[in-house]
DNA sequence: GAGTGGATTTCGCAT
DNA sequence: ATGCGAAGTCCACTC
C-alpha cells in the first residue's frame, strides 16, 4: 500500500490498500466530509422503495462530502445504485466472506452461526449507506480494493442554466413585449382550480391574457390544458380571455385544435429568452468571467 | 508528475501531470474506451437542449468506455454537467487562457485576434463532449489537473432490480391468482388505440377483465385511464368487461371515483410481488452467491 | 426519427 | 409530510 499526498488540495491516493486501513480512511473521510473515490471489486445490494442485487464486479464508488453516495459502473450515465445524500448515514465493518453471502441473501444470522465452525475471517468491507425517510439501504461488499482517494475539493463557482421553462418566464416578466406589443403581466402562477396558469396579464386594450409556456414544441396536451385553464379563469373572472401558447413552435397537425380551442400561438425561442437574461444579467457576471 | 502503474487491473494514477501529459493520457483512454477519472480546477460551458455555464472550482469528471461524461461537484446527487454517451465524440485541445474565455463568452475568435497582442499561452486543457442528435456540446476547461487514473474495469455481474412494475406484472403472469383465484392471463401490454393495458385476461366465468398495475398509490388518473381503456376495448369486443385496478393502494378520496367508473381494486404490494419473483426464479441465483 | 409511459425518477414549490 | 409539475429529465419501446 502506497500513500500519496498530492501538493495542491488536500488529496490523498491510496494503492490497494487492505481492507484494514480502507475501513480507516473511509471512516475518516466521511467523518471529515471528504470526497471520496473508491475503485474496487465490489457486489451491491438495495432494500427501500425497490430492491436490487448487483453481482461481483469492477466499479466506482463516489462518495460525496454532503453524503451523496454514486456506484457507477465502467458503462452508462446512470448510477447502478445511489442514496441522495440528504439525512444519508453511514456504516462500515469488516466482515466474513459467508456473512456477506448470508447478509445479501437476508438470511438470519442464528442460521449462519449455528452453521459456523470457524470464526470467519474477516475479509470484506462493508459500507452501508441509510437512509431515513424513505427508508433505504445500500450495502456495498468490497472484497478488494484498488485505489482509494479522498479528496479536499474547493468549489464555490456559480452554476447557471439558462432557457428552462422558468427562464422563458423570467425573460417574459422582464421584458413582456416578447408576448407582443404592449402586453402587461398581471401575476404569474397563478393557481386555478385545475391547476397552473404560466403567466396571467392584460394587453393593450385592456383584455385578460393568460399565457402557457413550452419550452419545447407546444403539443395537443399543452393546449388542451391551455382551454381547461381558461374556462376555469373565466369561471371566476366573468369575462372572456385570450389565450396565448408561447412556444418555440407547435406540433404538426395541431393547428386546426389551436383553431378551435381559439387560441393563440406565439412564437418564443428560449435561446432568445436565455439570451435576454444574458443581457440583463451578466453585465456583472461578464466581469468575473475574466478573473 | 508521478505516474503509478497498479498491479491488479490496469488501473493507471498521475499525480499533478502537466496539462501536455494529460492530454496525451486522456486521448489515449478515450480511444481505447478506458475509464477515465479527472479531478482539477476547471469550468464548464455547456450548449444543446438547454445551455449553462459553471464558473471556475474543483470537480471530478469521469469519462466511462461507453463515452459517457459525468462531472461532479463535491456536493449533490446529481452531475452538474452530463452527456449520456451515446454517440458522443470528444475533442481534446490546449488553448490559452483568452481563448478560453473568448470561448466561454461566445465570443467571435477574430475579435479576438484584433486584440491578440502576443501569441496565447497554452495553459488550458479544454475537453468537448459532442453529441449528433440531440445536438448537444459540452466543454470543460482544466487550468490545473491534480489526478488522472485511467481504469479498466472488468464489470460483468448481473444486475437485479426487483419489484417495479414490469416485475409486478411478471408475478401476475407467473400467479394469476395475485388478481384473484381462477384469474387466467390471455396476454398482456396488449395495445388499444388510445394506449396500453398492463393484463389482459379471464376470470372463473370466463368474463373479460383489463387489469392496471401501479407499484404506488393509484390515484385518479390512474382510474381515469383504466376506464378509457374499458371503453377502446368494449368497443373491440363488443361486450362488457371487467376493470381491476391492482396496486397497494389508492389514494385518499377516490373511492367514490373507482365506484363511479366501475372499477374494483386489487391490493397487490409490490414486495409480495418480488417476494414470489425471488421464489421462483433464485433458486438457482443462491448458488451463484455463495461462489 | 418521433411519440409514449415508467422511474429507487430527482428537484422544486405549493399546501 | 404530501402532492403536483417540470426536467438538458433518462430509458426502453413502438410506430
Chains 1, 2 share one sequence.
Not at 129 to 156: C, G, K, M, W, Y
Not at 160 to 171: C, F, G, H, P
Request: hydrophobic share 40%; with cysteine.
Amino acid at each position: 500500500m502506497v500513500k500519496i499526498r498530492l501538493n495542491s488540495s488536500s488529496i490523498y491516493v491510496f494503492k490497494n490498500p487492505t481492507l484494514e486501513k480502507a475501513i480507516e480512511i473511509i471512516s475518516e473521510a466521511v467523518d471529515k466530509k471528504e470526497v471520496l473515490i473508491i475503485v474496487g471489486n465490489c457486489r451491491v445490494k438495495y432494500t427501500g422503495r425497490a430492491s436490487s442485487k448487483l453481482e461481483l464486479g469492477e466499479r466506482i464508488l463516489i462518495i460525496k462530502r454532503d453524503g451523496a453516495f454514486l456506484i457507477h459502473r465502467p458503462g452508462g450515465y446512470q448510477p447502478v445504485n445511489w442514496m441522495s445524500g440528504k439525512d444519508t448515514i453511514y456504516h462500515l465493518e469488516l466482515i466474513g466472506r459467508k456473512e456477506m453471502l448470508l447478509s445479501m441473501n437476508n438470511a438470519k444470522k442464528t442460521s449462519f452461526e449455528n452453521r459456523l465452525e470457524d470464526p470467519p475471517k474477516k475479509n470484506v468491507l462493508q459500507i452501508q449507506a441509510i437512509q431515513r425517510s424513505p427508508p433505504e439501504l445500500v450495502r456495498v461488499f468490497f472484497d478488494q480494493i484498488h485505489l482509494l482517494s479522498t479528496l479536499n475539493l474547493e468549489d464555490t463557482g456559480r452554476f447557471s442554466l439558462y432557457a428552462s421553462e422558468e427562464d422563458m418566464k423570467k425573460a417574459i416578466l422582464l421584458k413582456p413585449d416578447l408576448i407582443e406589443k404592449g402586453f402587461k403581466v398581471v401575476s404569474y402562477e397563478k393557481r386555478t382550480d385545475t391547476g397552473f396558469v404560466d403567466v396571467y396579464g392584460a394587453d393593450e386594450q385592456g383584455r385578460f391574457v393568460i399565457v402557457e409556456i413550452k419550452r419545447k414544441t407546444a403539443g395537443r396536451a399543452a393546449m388542451l390544458q391551455l382551454a381547461k385553464y381558461r374556462k376555469s379563469v373565466e369561471m371566476e373572472v366573468n369575462r372572456d380571455i385570450r389565450c396565448v401558447l408561447a412556444a418555440p413552435k407547435i406540433a404538426r397537425g395541431t393547428q386546426r385544435l389551436l383553431a378551435t380551442l381559439n387560441l393563440e400561438f406565439k412564437r418564443l425561442d428560449p435561446k432568445r429568452c436565455a439570451a435576454i437574461l444574458n443581457d440583463e444579467q451578466t453585465q456583472r457576471a461578464r466581469i468575473s468571467d475574466f478573473i
